[in-house]
């Protein structure tokens, strides 16, 4: 691939879709707003002009897209008035995801987005090429330019052959959307209706909706919104899930892990061993009752303003089987008992900590409105979320890993060799100081920054030994009393 190639034409389509996809509810509000209001009508001609100008753009962008792998790095040219040279050297190179859009199953292609450890993967993203091209770009990265044809022969074949394979059923595909409890998505949806909400939800239209329903008053109204928010939410989320998941595969080969998963967006995730920093179990407030939870692993090389920097490892698995999945998949890893806990006088600050926020925001809620006072009883939950935020939180080292687990609303364990922590963070505030405590934040590389796990109120004297322990990997060093 020494010679510059371009993409599919179809990149501009795809170019189109996305402005389209990621402005959808901003359309439709001027589509709306544009027929019903008299007088703006011109916002249909904006929005018209808007669309011509982003598949132009397409076009162009698409024409000023070149690509190439030479030597020992891919090089990128794009850029329509404004032209970018990208050289990514592939010993950076950490995750190459190779994508089935809508868009480009229509056209039989696909997308690579190629991550570093230092950069974006925007910058890095070939958005509509054949599944051939992909995989010949894919080899050539991965391929050493130091080793002989005949070596170079056998690994390839090694790699093709998969060692082990994981999946998901249909009926736990089910369970996971109807457990996921990720109401990320009517956020968003929210914040993007704002604007026009006013011409939506006014005095008129409320009184027209209790005339409507009788018996419905100002605090039966507010729960009415609430509970409907809560079922549009849900119903976003469990669609999420089965678009996101369905298929899902994981398989082992000699030196990667490879994901398959999604229904109308199918993503191949390809990820090397030597590129994992951490792996986390997460444990929804749903989805724990039930014993289960989604695994995450942690690879460096995602777009700063990524929201999720962390790969999806599997969508749904049982507690009970993270050891058998370790055995089979993760093997410089295991499952541990956690024998450093928080001790016994942190325990009403744990209580505490989670109703400093209402202990401001009652009286000044209730100050601005007359049932404001209501907030108070979000004391009980409150409490009950730092009681088991005590009994969860606890730590584990030995030689060569660490494990962690601590709780937000889900109860997050933590994997990390000792050789990928990034920094460990021990904080000692005034109060803490006065009961021998401290916090520990420990940091590994994940994204283009990295990722933070907490655990607050520890014996002071542990945080220290855990701090020695990154240095020397030693476990066995005394405590610090003093």
Do not use: C
């Amino acid at each position: 691939m020494s010679e510059f190639r371009r993409q599919h034409w179809a990149a501009a389509v795809d170019r189109l879709f996305m402005i389209l996809r990621q402005n959808f509810i901003t359309f439709l509000i001027v589509v709306f707003v544009g027929t019903q209001e008299p007088g703006e009508g011109y916002l249909l001609y904006i929005l018209i002009g808007t669309i011509m100008l982003a598949l132009l753009g397409g076009i162009l962008g698409w024409f000023r897209f070149q690509y190439r792998v030479i030597e020992e790095e891919l090089q990128i040219k794009k850029g329509v008035f404004v032209r970018k040279n990208i050289f990514m050297s592939k010993d950076r190179i950490q995750v190459i995801d190779i994508t089935e859009g809508l868009v480009q199953r229509v056209f039989g292609l696909v997308k690579v987005e190629v991550k570093t450890a230092g950069g974006g993967t925007e910058s890095a993203t070939i958005n509509a090429i054949t599944f051939e091209e992909a995989e010949e770009l894919k080899k050539n990265l991965r391929s050493n330019k130091a080793k002989s044809a005949l070596i170079e022969d056998v690994e390839e074949t090694a790699e093709s052959e998969f060692l082990d394979e994981w999946n998901i059923s249909t009926k736990e595909l089910v369970i996971a959307a109807f457990t996921s409890g990720n109401f990320g998505l009517i956020a968003s949806i929210l914040g993007a209706l704002s604007g026009q909400l006013d011409s939506v939800i006014n005095e008129e239209s409320i009184e027209y909706a209790k005339e409507a329903l009788p018996g419905l008053n100002d605090v039966t109204f507010i729960i009415t919104v609430v509970i409907i928010i809560l079922v549009v939410s849900w119903a976003f989320s469990f669609l999420g899930v089965i678009f996101s998941y369905s298929d899902f595969s994981l398989k082992k080969t000699e030196k990667e892990l490879l994901i398959r998963s999604g229904l109308i967006e199918k993503k191949h995730i390809t990820i090397p061993f030597n590129r994992i920093q951490a792996i986390r179990f997460v444990e929804g407030i749903l989805r724990q009752p039930l014993g289960h939870g989604m695994l995450y692993v942690e690879s460096a090389g995602f777009e700063l303003n990524q929201k999720e920097r962390s790969i999806v490892l599997v969508p749904f698995i049982a507690k009970k089987r993270l050891k058998l999945f370790f055995d089979r998949f993760l093997t410089d890893f295991h499952i541990p008992e956690l024998d450093v806990k928080p001790p016994e006088r942190s325990f009403f600050r744990y209580l505490r900590r989670p109703n400093y926020l209402l202990i401001i925001a009652t009286p000044l809620a209730w100050y601005f409105w007359e049932w404001g006072w209501l907030l108070a009883f979000l004391v009980i939950p409150a409490t009950v979320i730092g009681l088991f935020r005590f009994k969860d939180a606890g730590l584990y080292i030995d030689p060569e890993m660490m494990a962690l687990r601590f709780r937000n609303l889900n109860r997050k364990t933590a994997f990390i060799k000792r050789k990928r922590v990034q920094v460990i963070d021990e904080r000692t505030n005034p109060f803490q100081e006065r009961k021998q405590l401290a916090s520990l934040t420990v940091t590994a590389a994940s994204g283009a920054k990295g990722i933070a796990l907490n655990i607050t109120d520890l014996e002071k004297s542990d945080t220290s030994r855990i701090r020695k322990w990154m240095l020397t990997g030693n476990t066995q060093i005394p405590r610090d009393d003093g």
